[in-house]
């Protein structure tokens, strides 16, 4: 239980190119899914916060303009690399959080997709 | 502020010795916190992870890991290595009132025949 699918698993685009990411919960709801960036060889950055029905709030430092957050449903959030630049090559992977009681319900991570601009 | 830290940037271990990953957490509260593990190229997988009880806690693929109040610390350890144990490994502690986690910097686990 508790899959996390993410798509497309990679991407490669020209500079210019918006890029929609997919991050579905398969076999639970989930009201908050979270968005990360992560560099080689580093940690997870937190982007962003996604709650379903709601804006999403944003991380100091990340560009709401340039990473577009919706998450319409309770199973689907997505990311949009509006305009995208090389410097937005990463990886990026989401997160969901199952609609539990309580703050004890654990992240269940999406395989992250490798986004690279030309 | 909540933060994690992992201070072993890296471990070689051989196949089949024991490995232990260490991890310091400073939250205000009571912790709840993860191991992740992350193969090249893919996602966090959830290793275990404490609430509360019991302070020796078991999780997938033959890992635990012993929550220590007094030390503030959270480390994982494994009794035999096998090469498919490496990967990149993370600690995490939350969460906080809007559920987000504090991730450490990672250790990477190579594992020698």
């Known amino acids: 239980g508790a899959v996390v699918s993410q798509h497309p698993s990679r991407v490669i685009c020209k500079s210019g190119t918006s890029v929609k990411i997919e991050c579905r919960s398969l076999?639970?709801?989930?009201?908050?899914m979270f968005w990360y960036r992560q560099f080689p060889k580093q940690s997870l950055m937190l982007m962003a916060t996604s709650n379903e029905g709601s804006k999403a709030t944003y991380e100091q430092g990340v560009e709401k303009d340039k990473f577009l957050i919706n998450h319409a449903s309770l199973t689907l959030s997505t990311l949009t690399v509006t305009s995208a630049h090389p410097e937005d090559s990463s990886f990026y992977i989401c997160?969901?959080?199952?609609?539990?009681?309580?703050?004890?319900?654990?992240?269940?991570f999406g395989d992250g997709t490798r986004l690279s601009i030309l | 502020a909540q933060s994690v830290t992992q201070p072993d940037i890296h471990i070689t271990v051989s196949e089949g010795a024991s490995l232990e990953l260490r991890c310091n957490y400073s939250?205000?509260?009571?912790?709840?916190l993860f191991w992740y593990v992350q193969s090249p190229g893919q996602g966090l997988q959830l290793l275990l992870k404490?609430?509360?009880?019991?302070?020796l806690v078991q999780g997938i693929k033959g890992f635990e890991a012993e929550f220590k109040r007094s030390q503030s610390s959270f480390n994982l350890r494994k009794p035999s290595v096998h090469w498919s144990d490496a990967a990149e490994y993370f600690c995490?502690?939350?969460?906080?009132?809007?559920?987000?986690?504090?991730f450490g910097a990672g250790t990477t686990v190579t594992v020698r025949a």
């Open positions: 997160s969901a959080r199952d609609r539990g009681v309580g703050g004890n319900q654990p992240q269940h």
């Open positions: 939250y205000g509260a009571t912790p709840y």
């Open positions: 076999d639970f709801q989930a009201t908050t």
């Open positions: 995490a502690v939350g969460p906080t009132n809007d559920y987000k986690l504090s």
């Open positions: 404490y609430f509360s009880g019991d302070t």
